[in-house]
């Protein structure tokens, strides 16, 4: 696929772009990201821009070697992953690695591999990658992907070119879900609770989502600082343990998000498919009210990741949501 098709990192990819006209590749790389954000999509097509007979800067995606790259079947290309009930990979797997870089490439200029995920290298298999690292036989392209490259060896590390992958927007997680034939009701509503990461979209359970939403949205549209019953039970019902309770908390972040943008006077919102409540949720308060409410619900999530006490966070936020301000 061609660079434009990736979404949510066009600074790294202007930069890899760059290096690919002026020929000054790195021999390694690290992508460092969540799982899902796009690091392996750009790998390859990083690789497949090598590789490309068509154009110097980008994949063109009809030469025989872009195409024998999007059907996962080039054989110059090595991936590497623990194998099969196994939790590490290999110094074995990584010795076979450096055999098959050493020979000649069958088509393409060079040879390529990803190791995925490079963390779970073991110690004696870092090492013996070392070498290679600093000189890839027959100019090799190595690149590791890892979620954390603090958990590699720093030897490894100061051998590769680091690029940093930012988690996605729900914007963009949206339109690679509707892009992977996701009915446009589904992605909307697993979308905003992905944290950025496509492949966490594909797993959640659009089903259960629906009905999560449907409670919290009724709930939060009840809070009445003159009942203040409507304050605790919320609190009540919908906290739980803690992922539970920031699960909730990602999903009043992106109704507010959603109703601060309409507050502003666009129409483009994530949560489409609950257009009519995230509309009273804009119109009950006043833009700069909804902002401040954004920002408390933002405070809330920080302070329950550093282990406050869900149920009391929520009671304390549900009472500055159901307080009148304008
Ligand atoms: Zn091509």
Redesign the pocket.
């Known amino acids: 696929m061609p660079f434009a098709d990736i979404l949510g990192h066009d600074r790294i990819i202007e930069v890899l772009r760059r290096s690919l006209r002026s020929g000054k590749t790195a021999h390694s790389y690290l992508f460092e990201g969540i799982p899902g954000c796009g690091r392996r999509k750009t790998a390859l097509t990083l690789i497949?821009a090598l590789?490309?007979?068509?154009?110097a800067d980008d994949?063109?995606?009809?030469?025989p070697?872009?195409?024998k790259i999007d059907a996962g079947n080039h054989p110059d290309i090595h991936l590497v992953a623990p194998l099969p009930d196994k939790r590490d990979i290999s110094i074995e797997q990584l010795r076979d690695l450096q055999h098959e870089l050493a020979l000649r490439p069958y088509e393409a200029p060079r040879k390529a591999c990803i190791i995925d995920p490079a963390e779970r290298m073991s110690v004696s298999a870092a090492n013996s990658l070392l070498k290679t690292l600093e000189e890839p036989p027959g100019d090799a392209l190595i690149i590791l992907l890892t979620e954390n490259a603090g958990m590699l060896l720093s030897t490894v590390r100061s051998r590769c070119q680091l690029i940093r992958f930012a988690p996605l927007s729900p914007e963009h997680v949206l339109t690679l879900l509707e892009r992977n034939g996701m009915e446009p009701e589904a992605a909307a509503l697993v979308a905003p609770m992905s944290g950025g990461s496509l492949k966490r979209a594909l797993e959640l359970d659009n089903e259960a989502l629906a009905v999560r939403r449907e409670a919290v949205l009724s709930r939060v549209g009840q809070l009445n600082i003159n009942r203040i019953a409507t304050v605790f039970d919320a609190a009540e019902e919908l906290s739980g343990n803690r992922d539970a309770t920031l699960e909730l908390l990602d999903m009043l972040l992106s109704f507010y998000r959603d109703a601060v943008h309409l507050g502003a006077g666009s129409g483009e919102i994530v949560n489409r498919s609950a257009r009519a409540a995230i509309e009273s949720i804009a119109t009950r308060r006043s833009l700069p009210r909804n902002l401040e409410l954004l920002e408390h619900i933002y405070e809330t999530r920080r302070s329950v990741q550093r282990n406050a006490n869900p149920k009391l966070a929520l009671d304390q936020l549900f009472m500055t949501m159901a307080d009148g301000g304008r």
């Open positions: 497949q590789f490309c007979t068509a154009l994949a063109c995606g009809v030469c070697s872009c195409r």
